[in-house]
């Protein structure tokens, strides 16, 4: 079946630090891919996404490239401030059927210093 | 704003007391969903909507149930509360057609059964 995988937390960085959080994902077909954050005490919003092998989703400064090779979706940031404390879960989703409900991974908590 | 707004944030409850937690969504979503997130389980769906009188199970229905009678409203009802079902709650929407697969979160209802 499908599963996601994602690396444990907590992860904790000093500001302008590198981040990867890695995620790799098991799939039938050619699900499409997701990064969502949750910042404390709110729900769940979209960070980016890709639908196809290779697309690179970006936006805020994150970054995330669909390897099928790999069947990974690692999320990346050059330079994290402390705005970006929160919990990241990385999903995919079946395109068939019609729930095509997501199947997440079990979130990572990332801590930024000052 | 375009927004799903949940009822009540926070409920301390005890077992056996019947309630419901609200879901409405003020942007014509076909697609509805709830669910729970605990600690090193992730997120858990609980029941969704394809659109107004069609819901179905997701993957931990039991002690809950759901109704669809307008387009914007979801609640969750859990007839007979235990303390098995203390976790975060959230509320989501999506469009049912034609779409990019994100989804839209309420902001949570924590609660908890004594």
């Known amino acids: 079946g499908n599963s996601v995988t994602q690396m444990e937390g907590p992860v904790t960085l000093s500001e302008e630090a590198f981040l990867t959080i890695n995620c790799t994902y098991t799939a039938t077909g050619y699900p499409s891919l997701f990064w969502y954050v949750q910042y404390p005490g709110e729900g769940l919003q979209l960070l980016l996404k890709a639908t196809k092998a290779d697309d690179k989703g970006s936006n805020k400064g994150f970054e995330a490239t669909y390897r099928k090779e790999t069947t990974s979706f690692h999320l990346e940031k050059g330079s994290v401030q402390v705005s970006d404390s929160a919990v990241y879960f990385c999903a995919l989703r079946n395109n068939a059927g019609n729930n095509r409900k997501l199947i997440w991974g079990l979130g990572t908590s990332l801590a930024v210093n000052p | 704003e375009a927004q799903v707004t949940q009822n009540p944030r926070y409920l301390i409850t005890v077992t056996g007391k019947k309630l419901t937690v609200t879901c409405s969504q003020n942007m014509n979503h076909e697609y509805m969903s709830w669910y729970r997130q605990d600690p090193g389980l992730g997120l858990r769906q609980i029941y969704y909507?394809?659109?107004?009188?069609?819901?179905d199970k997701g993957d931990v229905p039991e002690g809950y149930k759901v109704s669809r009678k307008e387009k914007r409203n979801f609640p969750l009802i859990l007839e007979s509360p235990s303390p098995n079902q203390t976790s975060l709650y959230f509320c989501?929407?999506?469009?049912?057609?034609?779409?990019?697969?994100?989804?839209?979160f309420g902001e949570g209802s924590r609660l908890t059964v004594l």
């Open positions: 909507s394809m659109n107004v009188e069609v819901t």
């Open positions: 989501a929407s999506r469009p049912g057609s034609a779409n990019t697969g994100e989804l839209f």
